[in-house]
């Protein structure tokens, strides 16, 4: 089965650039959807199609996605932004099935 | 406005089953497809499974073959996931989520229900 894989934690301080990845098998060629996830709260989408933002999403969040990495990045972290982040993709050796990496705690120091 | 709403919490013995519901509303139940995720105490999310309510197709892991069942009931636009042959290992929180079209992401998601299998 395919599968993803995230680092388990990231760190930056306030006002500076977060990335994370996520790495796959020409994961390229798939679109890549971006989870972020707080505390007893359900996930929220905060990237669809490797690079676009769902409405209400802020603009410092943005996406990439090419070869075997997709790259999420935070612009001008806030603390608001500490939270579990999730890559998520179309595993396309198995009809209808969807893959999730094991997520990055992002720690905003 | 457009929501999922799961139901509650489940405490189960091992090899039970258990059936949990999540229920759509504010938009056109049919033009979405439903997935299922999971997520173990401390641990990550966990895709489950793939609900078409148009065309009552589904998908599922691998690992939850033949212990995974999806139902629906239009009339109360309510998705249904059976699980069986419960054991420890499936203490979770169970979510819905809802999701256009493959690519789209899972843009809306229920508040989770947490469901316990212990002895």
């Known amino acids: 089965s395919y599968e993803l894989t995230q680092p388990p934690s990231v760190s930056v301080s306030p006002g500076q650039t977060a990335s994370m990845t996520c790495s796959g098998d020409?994961?390229?060629?798939?679109?890549v959807c971006w989870y972020q996830q707080k505390p007893g709260q359900s996930p929220v989408l905060v990237i669809y199609?490797?690079?676009r933002r769902p409405s209400g999403i802020p603009e410092r969040f943005s996406g990439s996605n090419s070869g075997n990495t997709a790259t999420l990045t935070i612009s001008g972290t806030q603390a608001m932004d500490e939270a579990d982040y999730y890559c998520?993709?179309?595993?396309?050796?198995?009809?209808?099935?969807?893959?999730f990496g094991g997520g990055t705690k992002l720690t905003v120091l | 406005q457009v929501q999922l709403v799961q139901s509650g919490a489940e405490v189960k013995k091992p090899g039970a089953s258990v059936r949990l519901s999540c229920k759509a509303s504010?938009?056109?139940?049919?033009?979405?497809?439903l997935h299922w995720v999971r997520q173990a105490p401390g641990q990550g999310l966990e895709w489950m499974g793939i609900?078409?309510?148009?065309?009552?197709?589904?998908g599922f892991a691998q690992m939850f073959q033949g212990r995974v069942t999806m139902t629906r009931d239009t009339s109360t636009s309510t998705v249904y996931m059976d699980l069986s042959s419960l054991r420890s290992e499936d203490t979770a929180v169970y979510y819905c989520?809802?999701?256009?079209?493959?690519?789209?992401?899972?843009?809306?998601w229920g508040q989770g229900t947490t469901v316990t299998v212990s002895s």
């Open positions: 998520q993709a179309w595993d396309s050796s198995s009809a209808s099935n969807r893959v």
């Open positions: 989520a809802r999701e256009y079209r493959e690519g789209d992401g899972m843009d809306v």
């Open positions: 609900f078409d309510p148009s065309g009552v197709s589904t």
């Open positions: 020409k994961l390229g060629d798939k679109y």
């Open positions: 504010g938009y056109t139940f049919t033009n979405y497809y």
């Open positions: 199609q490797d690079a």
